[in-house]
Antibody
Framework: EVQLVESGGGLVQPGGSLRLSCAASGFTFSTYTMTWVRQAPGKGLEWVSAITGGGRTYYADSVKGRFTVSRDSSKNTLYLQMSSLRAEDTAVYYC?????????????WGQGTLVTVSS | QVVLTQSPSASASLGASVKLTCTLSSGHSNYAIAWHQQQPEKGPRYLMKLNSDGSHSKGDGIPDRFSGSSSGAERYLTISSLQSEDEADYYCQTWSTDIRVFGGGTKLTVL
């Protein structure tokens, strides 16, 4: 069974930094593209970033230059390093696996971790 | 840049059927999509991937009541025999060069 468990969320001041982690199990982590999606309170889903099994990275314009996605296949863990955080980054952040085989869609979701940016 | 448009809300009666629509922006009518469900206070759940020709493949454990279809730039999610637990937000998703895109979501109310 595919499992994705996020951690690392919390309260951070504007301008601060935070690192999210996502522990993956139940599949061959190194072969899948992984993605981060966020959801601001009362809003819809917003794609944030993705990283291929080979380490190629992609970012939404809203976070480019501030967020860095990475992965450690020896630990089956995905990371999102967030810096220069703003109030508008407040959201539940979901770790997700992409389907693969040329389909860049999410096929498994984590339960999410809440990030609150506030003074 | 591909854009996905969804109606903000829909409603249907318990036991009835409902068809939700996701519309691809001009020039992107051949794009495939995915449908996701988000029940209140829960994380999203993958429902299915849907091709432009209407062929679709559902995720593990998704009931037969959920099906997908396509027509031109429109992608549909049909839910039959509506149950109370189908009351949720439904999002479509696709991708373009180097990005992924979500629609704004449709809030489905089961009356």
């Amino acid at each position: 069974e595919v499992q994705l468990v996020e951690s690392g969320g919390g309260l951070v001041q504007p301008g601060g930094s935070l690192r999210l982690s996502c522990a993956a199990s139940g599949f061959t982590f190194s072969t899948y593209t992984m993605t981060w999606v966020r959801q601001a309170p009362g809003k819809g889903l917003e794609w944030v970033s993705a990283i291929t099994g080979g380490g190629r990275t992609y970012y939404a314009d809203s976070v480019k230059g501030r967020f860095t996605v990475s992965r450690d296949s020896s630990k089956n863990t995905l990371y999102l390093q967030m810096s220069s955080l703003r109030a508008e980054d407040t959201a539940v952040y979901y770790c997700a696996r992409e389907y693969g085989s040329g389909w860049y869609i999410v096929d498994h979701w984590g339960q999410g971790t809440l990030v609150t940016v506030s003074s | 840049q591909v854009v996905l448009t969804q109606s903000p809300s829909a409603s249907a009666s318990l036991g009835a059927s409902v068809k939700l629509t996701c519309t691809l922006s001009s020039g992107h009518s051949n794009y495939a999509i995915a449908w996701h469900q988000q029940q209140p206070e829960k994380g999203p759940r993958y429902l299915m991937k849907l091709n432009s020709d209407g062929s679709h493949s559902k995720g593990d454990g998704i009931p037969d009541r959920f099906s997908g279809s396509s027509s031109g730039a429109e992608r549909y999610l049909t839910i039959s025999s509506l149950q109370s637990e189908d009351e949720a937000d439904y999002y479509c998703q696709t991708w373009s060069t180097d990005i992924r895109v979500f629609g704004g979501g449709t809030k489905l109310t089961v009356l």
